[in-house]
Structure formats: C-alpha cells, structure tokens
C-alpha cells in the first residue's frame, strides 16, 4: 500500500535530536505532527502555513514533547496519547524533564485522545494504525500508514530503545518489536525518533539486538 499523496518531513530537535515529523497530505494540505520536541522553533516554522489537524505522541519522555505546549497554542490541533501515559504530560516527575537541568519543567495539558492498541485512526485523509509497543516506555505506540511506520524510542537503526528508564523492560521491548514491529511487510520504512530512518527487513537482518531473536 502506497500513498501519493502523502508528504514526510523530518526535524531532529534539541540537545536529544529528537525527530519530528510533520506529515502532510499533499491534496488537501491537512497535516500531522508525530512527536513535537524540544526548542520546537524550526518546526513551528514549517508549520506554519499548514493545517495541523492532529499531534500523535509514540510516548511522553521530555524530549519527545518538549515542543507539545508551543506547537499546541500553534496549532489549536488534539492530542493523541496512550491513557498509560496520559499523566506523564502532566507530570514532570514521570516525563523526566525535573531529572535534568531544564530552564523550566515540562508540564502539559492532557491529551484529547486517548489511544488503543489496533485501533485505526481516520486522520488528514489517511488510515492510522495503532500499534502499542511498550518496553522504552508502557505507552509507546508505533503510527502506520500505508508502508511507513512511526516507532518513537522502540526501534532503530541497527539498535533498540533504552530500557533504563522509568517504567521500561527489556523483555517488553523485544516482544514489542518481535510480535508487533517484525510482522509488518519488510519494505516498511520506519522512522524512529532518534537517528536515521531505516527499514523492517534491514533490522532483520543487520541489527545485532534482535537477528537472534527471529523465529
């Protein structure tokens, strides 16, 4: 499955270089925005003359929603969260950001949204499937359309997810990327949160963290 008219930005954000990504249907100009991250300001510029129709969060770590409150007043878009992590938007405690030395605590609004695994979204003219893949963090959730999956912090170029964490397990994540991620067609290109993009069958077969786990 493939879609014409569908347009993938990409912006890696703050000291984490965290990407972002704005998804753009390209007839209509209606537009996603996965994982707004922190100092936001040159994606707030690129959203600027689109219509933001929706904010997705694959999890809520500082570094993933840093951008959440500007691109929000922006956008006047939902939010759309795991319910597992709905309170980490609120609380800086859970989303890590009092941990380090921050100008000021991440603190936001609770999503409109909240998601459940296989459900499928209708949004910007695009069906959304929602895959929840814990093990980085309990409400994780990978976004796919068509061949394109966006994983957040589960898995990514020939490397996985960091389970240290608050709420992570290492068991959790390979079954995340064995039972959820592995069973999408090979050519599915996925884009992580950090680092470059990447694809099913290249983790299969050249990432060192899973090719012995394959069935």
Known sequence: ???????????ALGAFQTNAYVVTNTDTNQTIVIDPGMEPDQLLHALANKNVVAILLTHAHLDHIGGLNQ???LTKAPVYIHPLEQE?????DLNGSRRWNLPELIVCE??????????????????IQVLHTPGHS?????FVIGQHCFGGDVLFNQSIGRTDLFG??????????????FELDDETIVYP???????????????????GMLR
């Open 1 to 11: 499955m493939t879609n014409q008219n569908l347009a993938i930005e990409s912006y």
């Open 168 to 181: 992570g397990d290492y068991e959790t994540l390979m079954i995340s990327i064995q039972d959820k991620l």
């Open 88 to 92: 980490w938007l609120t609380n800086p």
């Open 110 to 127: 609770r999503a409109e949204h909240e998601l459940e695994d296989g459900q499928t979204l209708e949004l910007a003219g695009f069906h």
């Open 71 to 73: 691109v929000r007043e």
């Open 193 to 211: 949160g950090h680092g470059p993009k990447t694809t099913i069958d290249y983790e299969k077969t050249y990432n060192p963290f899973v090719t």
């Open 138 to 142: 309990p409400g994780s959730c990978s």
